[in-house]
């Protein structure tokens, strides 16, 4: 473990810690036996709860980001600033307009606003959600409106037979009950109800395998004119960092303008991880979306947030999705803030050239050097995936405390799991998607903290 400069926390901070760990609900079937007690900028300093060591502060760098969403680190003085001006501008709820909303909207999608060119303010408006869960429902609810006529109560003309929507497998779009038939894993869906597909206006979800593009190609052919929406992650996340073909992106985009089926893009992840704002992204320029939606990095790591990006034409039947922190002062303060300051200080072009180096790294340190845990790393920019073997996997919780106990901080993915078309198992992967202040010595300590816990873990379970 690395040292802190603290030897020893008072016996009543670690009871009332054990007592929270305790009392926090289980989201996991194993909990993590460490407490945090302090952070700033990538590293924080950590606690056990449990053994020898319990109570003696350790230093751990953050290779997760907070899930992927703290994009500045812990502690940052411009979310300091942030906080501090939206307190000033009160509460306001999204029935009124607020000057700290005006604001972020136009520097965003203004006449000179930074995103003018993927969504043109004729074209899209925006809401704001409580996370990327929410905002991927209401992207989901503002599909299915498109085919029913609020006026005459009815479907919308030339809709009655879009009934589909496509998903991918190993796809990840978060936890709702609307959002859950969307996983084609079984363990997060056996013993939920179901999308009533017999009902009047029931849909079903058809899961294709990701990045191929033949398949797809093959069922809008055979059912073009029954599907309603395709959603995609422009790269698949909780499978495990899965980077799509170049090209395939655009070439669905274009399939789904050419059959008038709805795009929606899942960025809540992606956002701001690849070197850019946005995945949806290629050579050309913007791969155009019907719907966007960000999350993760928007709230900075202070706020859990996201933004819903929609063309003009999609609504919501009168107050049917009214939300009680809909942009509210505090959240686009935070936003804005945020942004500006990754865009002053050249965060997204630094981070994707810190990404082709730390790609590099894995390869080259983790990957060659230690193939009885690890088999592959993928990824770009600060958004990059390590999986594991099959040997290694068994004993996850296990090989996850012992990388923290030697100084890295980070998460794993379940992976795609089983796909089809020939294409192989994904086994859990290592998720490493740092903050954008993220140095090459941060870079360095990393790799050289992940192979000391990767050596101690082999010894003492894989031998």
């Known amino acids: 473990?690395?040292?802190?400069?603290?030897?020893?926390?008072?016996?009543?901070?670690?009871?009332?810690?054990?007592?929270?760990?305790d009392m926090h609900f289980n989201h996991y079937g194993q909990k993590l036996p460490f407490a945090s007690i302090n952070a700033k900028g990538l590293t924080q300093q950590l606690v056990s709860l449990e053994g020898d060591h319990a109570g003696t502060p350790f230093e751990t760098i953050d290779a997760s980001g907070g899930y992927g969403s703290a994009c500045l680190g812990a502690g940052h003085e411009v979310m300091l600033e942030a906080m501090q001006d939206a307190y000033k501008a009160g509460y306001v709820t999204d029935e009124l307009g607020s000057i700290e909303r005006a604001q972020l909207l136009h520097e965003l999608f203004g006449s000179q606003g930074l995103w003018r060119d993927h969504f043109p303010a004729d074209q899209y408006h925006v809401s704001g959600r409580n996370s990327g869960s929410e905002g991927m429902e209401f992207a989901l609810k503002l599909a299915l409106e498109s085919r029913f006529d609020h006026r005459n109560l009815k479907y919308a003309t030339g809709k009655e037979k879009r009934n589909i929507i496509v998903a991918f497998e190993g796809a990840w779009h978060g936890w709702t009950s609307g959002l859950v038939p969307l996983l084609n894993r079984r363990h997060y869906r056996m013993g939920l109800p179901t999308i009533d597909v017999d009902d009047s206006y029931g849909v079903k979800v058809e899961h294709l395998p990701f990045g191929d593009e033949e398949r797809i190609r093959q069922y809008f052919t055979e059912k073009g004119e029954q599907i309603l929406a395709v959603v995609i992650e422009p790269i698949q996340g909780d499978a495990g960092i899965i980077m799509p073909p170049t090209s395939y992106l655009r070439k669905v985009s274009n399939m789904c303008r050419d059959n008038q089926v709805l795009l929606i893009a899942d960025e809540v992840l992606t956002f701001a991880k690849t070197g850019q704002f946005f995945a949806m992204t290629d050579e050309q320029g913007p791969i155009p979306t019907d719907i966007t939606v960000i999350g993760k990095s928007l709230g900075m790591g202070v706020i859990s947030t996201s933004m819903v990006i929609a063309r003009r034409q999609l609504s919501i039947r009168s107050t049917g999705a009214v939300a009680t922190s809909d942009l509210r002062p505090i959240t686009c303060s935070i936003m804005r803030k945020g942004i500006r300051y990754i865009v002053e200080k050249n965060l997204l072009e630094q981070s994707l050239q810190l990404g082709k180096y730390l790609q590099t790294l894995l390869k080259e340190e983790i990957i060659r050097t230690l193939p009885d845990i690890y088999q592959e790393a993928r990824g770009c920019g600060v958004m990059h995936g390590v999986e594991l073997t099959e040997q290694a996997a068994s004993q996850l919780m296990a090989f996850r405390k012992t990388i923290i106990e030697h100084g890295v901080y980070?998460?794993?993915?379940?992976?795609?799991?089983?796909?089809?078309?020939?294409?192989?198992?994904?086994?859990?992967?290592?998720?490493?998607?740092?903050?954008?202040?993220?140095?090459?010595?941060?870079?360095?300590q990393i790799i050289e903290n992940i192979q000391r816990g990767s050596k101690a873990f082999q010894e003492r379970y894989l031998t």
């Open 1 to 21: 473990m690395s040292k802190s400069t603290i030897d020893q926390i008072p016996n009543e901070q670690l009871h009332a810690l054990r007592f929270g760990h």
């Open 410 to 444: 980070t998460e794993f993915m379940a992976g795609a799991g089983r796909r089809s078309n020939g294409r192989r198992y994904i086994f859990p992967t290592m998720r490493i998607a740092p903050a954008l202040i993220i140095s090459k010595p941060q870079i360095e």
